[in-house]
């Protein structure tokens, strides 16, 4: 099973990585929707990320900043595309997303549900 998580997380990486450098079309309907998306982007890859290792997630140093730094590239190579921009919040919303799944994973015990 634990292939399969590490699929799927490789697959987000892949697609978030994808989706971060491709160019706009237009721009967001809903005010700060970007945000949302960053928080719900990272929420989901860090639970794919805690499935994909062997002990939890919380104490893996690597993983999480494995995590944070590919948080950071993003903005980073954002910064440097003329039809994309970096900004601080997404990365802060990115944050927000992997310490909410570090929150409430222990307490719901998330990795003995599956």
């Known amino acids: 099973m634990i ?3 590490r699929f799927v997380f490789l697959f987000l990486v892949l697609f978030i990585s ?18 949302l998306l ?7 890859l ?3 990320m805690d499935l994909s290792i062997k002990k939890p997630l919380i104490s893996s140093k690597a993983a999480l900043i494995f995590l944070i ?3 950071f590239l993003i903005e980073l190579v954002q910064y440097f595309l003329s039809y994309r921009s970096a900004e ?7 944050l ?8 409430f994973a222990p307490k719901i015990n998330i990795r003995h549900m599956l």
């Open 18 to 35: 994808y989706a971060a450098v491709t160019p706009l079309e237009g721009g967001a309907s809903v005010a700060n929707l970007d945000k």
């Open 46 to 48: 860090t639970f794919f």
């Open 38 to 44: 960053h928080f719900s982007a990272f929420l989901i």
């Open 3 to 5: 292939r399969i998580y």
């Open 96 to 103: 927000l997303g992997i310490l909410v799944y570090l929150y």
């Open 88 to 94: 601080v919040f997404d990365f802060i919303s990115d």
């Open 69 to 71: 730094l590919y948080a």
